[in-house]
């Protein structure tokens, strides 16, 4: 009796487990879109540049006594504005001129 009883909770766990499946990798759903790399400017900063403003941003939240969700939302918006403050201040470099090629 024992040995039935086991095999039809495997039985069902496994029929469950076969059924969900296809419910989890639905193909219509997608997940939301994550900022570009061009237009995200803490990205496009060079990693000693990332970690100064990173740094500074949780002294900041530290000095705040933030925890949590509120600090995490304190970084992220200090972290993307003080990025655009310095890609601001860095001038961009003109494009090389292009040779003219000899007729």
């Known amino acids: ?3 039935t009883a086991r095999a039809a909770i495997a039985a069902i766990a496994m029929a ?3 059924a ?3 419910a989890r990798s639905q193909p219509g759903l997608t997940l939301p879109a994550r ?3 061009a237009t995200d ?7 000693a540049a990332r970690r ?4 500074a941003c949780s002294k900041e939240a530290d000095e705040q006594g933030l925890k949590g969700k509120a600090r995490g939302k ?6 993307r504005d003080k990025a655009a403050a310095a890609a601001a201040a860095t001038p961009v470099p003109a494009p090389a001129p ?3 090629k000899p007729k």
Not at 41 to 47: I, M, Q, R, V
Not at 52 to 55: A, G, H, L, R
């Open 16 to 18: 469950t487990l076969s």
């Open 74 to 79: 304190f970084r992220s918006a200090c972290k």
């Open 41 to 47: 400017k803490f990205a496009t900063l060079d990693k």
């Open 20 to 22: 969900a499946g296809p």
């Open 98 to 100: 292009t040779p003219e």
């Open 35 to 37: 900022p570009d790399a």
């Open 1 to 3: 009796m024992r040995f």
């Open 52 to 55: 100064t403003i990173s740094v």
